[in-house]
């Protein structure tokens, strides 16, 4: 059971699916509100920011990607992203992520591993036990990066990171110049690693040359390893 009780919204058009989900997350401890179309689920997000939202991206009204996209667009918005997915829909999956999506789901989906991924991302996002404190901040170069605050500068500009794009930079950045495959960066980021696409590391690694890299096409702080993973060059620009 976790220490305290997080508001988690699950966002579905499918009663049976928002039925499950909140009774295993409601085991788990959660507070559960849920919502059944796109305008129902930002209603309810500007009435009272939640914990974390769990959201189908195929939805009547609003879709699912649209609500991501509104999200990402506020850093006021800080709301971490379990994407529900469909078996065939590789191409909004990948979107979705480079939206800013913290993970995602493949329907047909456990519950037990839906509830286990909720937490796994409230314990990366600080909202949850183990977020970061005590930890001292890291300065390479013009990159400063705090995990007592989750603040990322570069050239003295606060750059807005989502979660997992934070825990991922702070994770590489913390052991400079190692080499890491990607299924070892979903081990230590994601927290697991089994029915996790690889390409969620890609996308993410993409996300962040975009944020802090001056030239994204040519970064000089996260450096592709061809034919093994990535590694964090400390010397940057």
Avoid at 36 to 56: F, H, K, N, S
Avoid at 64 to 75: N, Q, S, T, V
Avoid at 122 to 137: I, K, V
Avoid at 190 to 219: C, M, Q
């Amino acid at each position: 059971m976790i220490s305290d009780t997080k508001d988690i919204l699950v966002v579905d058009d499918e009663a049976s699916v928002v039925e499950v989900v909140s009774l295993y997350l409601r085991r788990e401890g959660f507070h559960v509100r849920t919502a059944r179309d796109g305008r129902e689920a930002l209603t309810a997000i500007q009435t009272q920011r939640p914990a974390l939202v769990v959201l189908d991206l195929m939805l009547p009204e609003v879709d699912g990607l649209e609500i991501l996209r509104r999200l990402r667009d506020d850093p006021a918005q800080d709301v971490p992203v379990i994407m529900l997915t469909a078996r065939g829909q590789e191409v909004d999956r990948i979107y979705g992520l480079e939206l800013g999506a913290d993970d995602y789901v493949t329907k047909p989906f456990s519950p037990a591993e839906l509830a286990s991924r909720v937490k796994a991302v409230l314990r990366r996002t600080g909202r949850d036990e183990g977020d970061g404190r005590g930890e001292r901040p890291l300065q390479y170069g013009d990159l400063h990066i705090d995990a007592k605050t989750r603040l990322v500068t570069v050239r003295g500009q606060t750059v807005d990171l989502t979660a997992t794009e934070f825990d991922l930079l702070w994770f590489i950045a913390s052991h400079p110049r190692q080499v890491f495959k990607r299924d070892q960066l979903l081990e230590n980021v994601w927290g697991f690693s089994e029915y996790v696409d690889p390409s969620t590391v890609t996308v993410h690694i993409r996300r962040l040359r975009e944020k802090i890299e001056a030239h994204p096409s040519k970064p000089t702080y996260l450096l592709t390893v061809w034919g093994v993973g990535y590694k964090f060059n400390p010397e940057g620009s």
